[in-house]
């Protein structure tokens, strides 16, 4: 039973967005893995760009840099 976690840093992406990543990463495991669909599961998970670090700084503030 695989399981895909994607990890978003707020304001990420749209409910259309969301449901074509979990679309199509369920067929890359079914067609890669020979896994069934069903047996896949894909958490989306949207993290407050304030909780996600890059090289020291937060994603709200590397957001704010032009």
Do not use: F
Not at 11 to 28: H, N, P, Y
Not at 45 to 58: A, K, M, Q, Y
């Amino acid at each position: 039973m695989p399981y895909v976690n994607i990890k978003l840093g707020g304001q990420g992406a749209t409910k259309e967005q969301k449901q074509e990543l979990i679309s199509q990463v369920t067929e890359v495991i079914s067609n890669v893995m020979s896994k069934p669909p069903k047996a896949t599961y894909i958490v989306i998970e949207e993290v407050d760009t304030d909780n996600w670090g890059v090289g020291g700084e937060s994603l709200t503030e590397l957001r704010k840099k032009p």
